[in-house]
């Protein structure tokens, strides 16, 4: 049998098939038709993910599981229908809900708490009137699928204000009038229902093939380096930095925007940065990453001081909704440029490591990496001069392939 996972990433989607032994089988990946995001490109994506799998993969898949974008959120009426654009990860419109703890990850501009508060507060009444479910981006597509509304998973609600460590959501959310709005929350990989049959016939399915719940894209990443022991980090170099440090402790750190997700009965300690290849994209085409790095002289220091960032606002290690990009002076020579802002992206990932373990986390032993920025090898010596520690290569750098190998129950 096969096993299908999807990732639902800023920019486009992959989909992984893997066997019962996680072996790739086929993969492919489609980009989103426009640059807005909304759910009706979401939907069309995945079907297109879908229709580009060979028939005889879609033949033989028993069961499916989607990752997306963490706090990336949607509001919807009773049959599952989106009531508003989505808001993305990095939206910090809302504001830090002051109603959440501050040893929450969901006291956050950027949480998903913040923006369905947000939503509360500014969308127009006969809206509110409609609302019923409140769902992650994995959670909305996963529905797609199985059909049963509402149901997330402990990865995905976290920074909703679930707690993982009762699993269960905490009173002082509870209490709040959103709460009739929060969905079920299951452990990622579990089982929700067989797919609808219609989705199955469209697309040559087994009937019995099931949907199993997801997880965070950065979770997805780090599920597919093979990183399994206390010590083990994987950074995602993607559109973000984001980092995760395998630890048998928990640790919270608001004010440094550092969370824990639950992975079974161990830790994932992290947190993630704006910085990453978003900012990288702003000033350098593809074709200029691949041609300017090489050029970098990574024995000289490129003299520049920057934190680079497109907007104003940082989550991790500082967490600062109103902090400024830095990102001057800036020479007239590009390579220098791009010295300075890979140069700087690696001081904050070692920033970010100290503090995981200055609070608590497991001393890092090694850092796999993830994310399309792992193919850049100038990045790579600058990040390895800089973090200190062996820096090793993922079993596979794609999130697709650990949200397959979640759904293969490879992972626990």
């Known amino acids: 049998m096969n096993y299908l996972g999807i990732d639902f990433g800023t920019s486009g989607a992959r989909a992984i098939a893997v066997d019962s032994t996680g072996q790739i089988i086929t993969e492919t990946r489609c980009q989103y038709p426009s640059l807005e995001p909304n759910a009706d490109d979401w939907q069309q994506t995945l079907w297109a993910l879908l229709d580009q799998l060979p028939a005889q993969v879609r033949q033989q898949i028993a069961a499916i599981a989607i990752d997306g974008t963490s706090a990336t959120v949607l509001l919807c009426d009773r049959a599952h229908t989106p009531l508003t654009t989505p808001l993305l990860y990095n939206d910090a419109r809302g504001g830090v809900p002051t109603v959440a703890p501050t040893t929450s990850p ?104 099931i949907i199993k719940t997801g997880t965070t894209d950065s979770i997805a990443a780090f599920l597919a380096s093979g990183a399994n022991s206390p010590g083990d ?28 997700h639950r992975l079974g009965q161990q830790w994932l300690v992290g947190g993630a940065s704006n910085t990453g290849g978003a900012v990288l994209h702003h000033y350098f085409s593809e074709h200029e990453l691949r041609s300017l790095s090489p050029l970098i002289d990574t024995h000289a220091a490129s003299g ?109």
């Not at 909703?160 to 969905?183: C, H, M, T, V």
């Not at 608590?360 to 850092?367: A, D, L």
Request: glycine content about 8%; hydrophobic content about 40%; aromatic content about 8%.
């Open 304 to 412: 520049l001081d920057y934190y680079p960032l497109l907007t104003a606002g940082e989550r991790f290690p500082i967490n600062d909704p109103d902090l400024e990009p830095k990102l001057t002076p800036r020479p007239s020579d590009p390579v220098r440029f791009l010295h300075g802002l890979l140069e700087s992206m690696a001081q904050i990932e070692a920033l970010g490591y100290q503090k995981l373990t200055a609070l608590g986390g497991s001393p890092v032993k090694r850092i796999y990496t993830a994310g399309g920025g792992a193919q850049n090898s100038t990045w790579h010596t600058l990040r390895a001069q800089a973090l200190g520690v062996p820096l090793v290569s993922s079993l596979h750098t794609e999130a697709a392939y650990g949200t397959a190998r979640l759904a293969a129950g490879l992972v626990t």
């Open 106 to 209: 969901a006291h956050s501009a950027t949480s998903s708490l913040a923006k369905v508060l947000w939503w509360q507060t500014h969308l127009p009444k006969n809206i509110l009137a409609n609302a019923r479910y409140l769902v992650h981006q994995a959670d909305w597509l996963s529905s797609l699928l199985h059909g049963q509304p509402g149901i997330s998973d402990y990865n995905n609600a976290l920074k909703l204000g679930f707690d993982p460590q009762a699993l269960k959501y905490p009173n002082w959310l509870r209490n709040l009038e959103i709460s009739a709005w929060l969905p079920q929350v299951l452990a990622p990989g579990i089982a929700i229902a067989p797919i609808q049959t219609q989705i199955a016939k469209r697309f040559g399915l087994p009937p019995s093939c």
């Open 233 to 260: 980090a994987v950074t995602s170099l993607g559109s973000t930095l984001v980092l995760k440090l395998f630890s048998p402790v928990a640790v919270n750190d608001a004010p440094s925007g550092i969370y824990s």
